[in-house]
T-cell receptor
């Protein structure tokens, strides 16, 4: 384990389902991130939370809804997804200061398949 | 765009050979990092190089940074089969707190 734990590891859901992805970090970091990784594409930054406030939302469709109840936990709520949303969803955390970011620690990811 | 671009997209070498991967980017950065990803897993941080550094070493890894050319290279010496993975560079904006990744280089080390 890297210190960032993601559950579940695999998820298959229908287009009408509602599910949530969970991420937990045990590193005392002050920023957490959701990335989407699709085949042959760069990692897409979806959401950034710094000090529990959302500071970035890169035009992600509203069917993805993040939640950060505290600095250690991050959720991604999913509803009415499309087949093209099938991907590996990665959570990461980092320690950010005014001097910059000291690198991410990633979880192992959730492999999502939308049927 | 901000993201780095790795080159080549795929690389296949024999065990014991050296592997070199390159990364180019377009805007000023504070830091550049290299990550490794084994198939279907999360990314693992390998090394960070700051914009005022030109070279950094970590074990069999050597990273160089040329800010005038906006490029970086990752050299893995004496490769092993266990080095088989995808390698990504990540760049941050000079004012931002997030990193942008490219599509990666897929490295295969043949035993």
């Amino acid at each position: 384990e890297t210190g960032v734990t993601q559950t579940p590891r695999h998820l298959v859901m229908g287009m009408t389902n509602k599910k949530s992805l969970k991420c937990e970090q045990h590193l005392g970091h002050n920023a957490m991130y959701w990335y989407k990784q699709s085949a042959k594409k760069p990692l897409e930054l979806m959401f950034v939370y710094s000090l529990e406030e959302r500071v970035e939302n890169n035009s992600v469709p509203s069917r993805f809804s993040p939640e950060c109840p505290n600095s250690s936990h991050l959720f991604l709520h999913l509803h009415t997804l499309q087949p093209e949303d099938s991907a590996l969803y990665l959570c990461a955390s980092s320690q950010f200061s005014g001097q910059g970011n000291y690198g991410y620690t990633f979880g192992s990811g959730t492999r999502l398949t939308v049927v | 765009s901000q993201q780095g671009e790795e080159d080549p997209q795929a690389l296949s070498i024999q065990e014991g050979e050296n592997a070199t991967m390159n990364c180019s980017y377009k805007t000023s950065i504070n830091n550049l990092q290299w990550y490794r990803q084994n198939s279907g897993r999360g990314l693992v941080h390998l090394i960070l190089i700051r914009s005022n550094e030109r070279e950094k070493h970590s074990g069999r890894l050597r990273v160089t940074l040329d800010t005038s050319k906006k490029s970086s290279s990752l050299l893995i010496t004496a490769s092993r089969a266990a080095d088989t993975a995808s390698y990504f560079c990540a760049t941050d904006a000079s004012t931002g707190n997030q990193f942008y990744f490219g599509t990666g280089t897929s490295l295969t080390v043949i035993p």
